[in-house]
């Protein structure tokens, strides 16, 4: 059965990528003013936190840093333009707690 039609089942690795994608993504718009003015072409004010990271949004919707890093061709494109997570944001704590669990530190984390 189409994944779209799915009542059990493991997920697949590309339903796993873009559920993930889009929990960002709602987390971002929520918490970042800056995302529908990216969305939109509008500048972003100076005195936003996030300006000088020069925001771009991919084609999964996601809210990505685009700076000089864009041109490392040694880098993953994920190194490269790394995803801007929403400072203090649920989806954010519970991300950075998946990855000091994945690399064994299991002690509290400030965000």
Request: contains cysteine; proline residues 6%; aromatic residues 2%.
């Amino acid at each position: 059965a189409p994944a779209a039609h799915r009542v059990s089942g493991e997920l697949t690795p590309d339903e796993v990528k873009e559920a993930e994608a889009r929990i960002v993504s709602s987390a971002q718009r929520a918490a970042l003013p800056e995302y529908q003015l990216v969305k939109n072409d509008k500048v972003i004010p100076s005195s936003s936190k996030i300006a000088s990271l020069q925001p771009t949004i991919d084609s999964a919707g996601l809210l990505r840093v685009d700076g000089r890093l864009r041109h490392a061709d040694f880098l993953t494109a994920d190194q490269r333009s790394p995803v801007i997570l929403p400072r203090g944001h649920h989806v954010t704590q519970l991300i950075v707690k998946a990855c000091h669990e994945r690399g064994h530190h299991v002690y509290g984390v400030r965000t």
